[in-house]
């Protein structure tokens, strides 16, 4: 069982920034992507960005330019730094994890996800 957990979530005025950190609870090169996803009231999740280990990142339009995602994999942390903040920002920030392994030969994809981290953005 993989267990996520996010921190750095707060209030922030616009313009500002935020650092949010997801800590994992095994080596984040194990897994095939890890990404931060965000939730708004009564809107869907939606991915902001991703990491595909050896590969490189993905980003959503909306964030482009402001935010950075990277991982340390001595403390097993990814990382989502967050800049020239917006009230379109405000959300609850998810991390998640994808894991592929491979069982009797069969390959089988997990997906686990942290509890979530709130940020407001307000002045």
């Known amino acids: 069982q993989v267990q996520l957990v996010e921190s750095g979530g707060g209030l922030v005025q616009p313009g500002g920034s935020l650092r949010l950190s997801c800590a994992a609870s095994?080596?984040?090169?194990?897994?095939?992507?890890m990404g931060w996803y965000r939730q708004a009231p009564g809107k869907q999740r939606d991915s902001v960005a991703t990491?595909?280990?050896?590969?490189?990142?993905n980003y959503a339009d909306s964030v482009k330019g402001r935010f950075t995602i990277s991982s340390d994999n001595a403390k097993n942390t990814l990382a989502l730094q967050m800049n020239n903040l917006t009230s379109e920002d405000t959300a609850d920030y998810y991390c998640?994890?994808?894991?592929?392994?491979?069982?009797?030969?069969?390959?089988?994809?997990?997906?686990?996800w942290g509890q979530g981290t709130q940020v407001t953005v307000s002045s």
């Open positions: 998640k994890a994808v894991l592929r392994t491979v069982v009797r030969g069969l390959a089988q994809r997990s997906e686990y």
């Open positions: 990491l595909i280990t050896g590969v490189g990142t």
């Open positions: 095994r080596s984040i090169s194990s897994f095939y992507s």
